[in-house]
């Protein structure tokens, strides 16, 4: 697959692609001059990848802190 296609397909730059294969975890091969990228080692890639979500309380934490600091400097 193209680098162009394998970064859009996962939503990467070709930049964190090559970062990517350099650390092992995506396999890239040369062909008549172009790097393209292991399909198959881009979909383990995109199988492994981790759930996440945002930390609610350090938000509100610095909402707080913003707010108080507003407070402070109308006084």
Known sequence: MQMALASE????????????AAEGRLQLFKLAGRTLVDTESLKALIASRQV????THRGAAA???RSEAARAALR
């Open 9 to 20: 397909v996962s939503g990467v730059s070709p930049a964190t692609l090559y970062s990517l």
């Open 52 to 55: 996440w979500t945002p930390e």
């Open 63 to 65: 909402r707080a802190k």
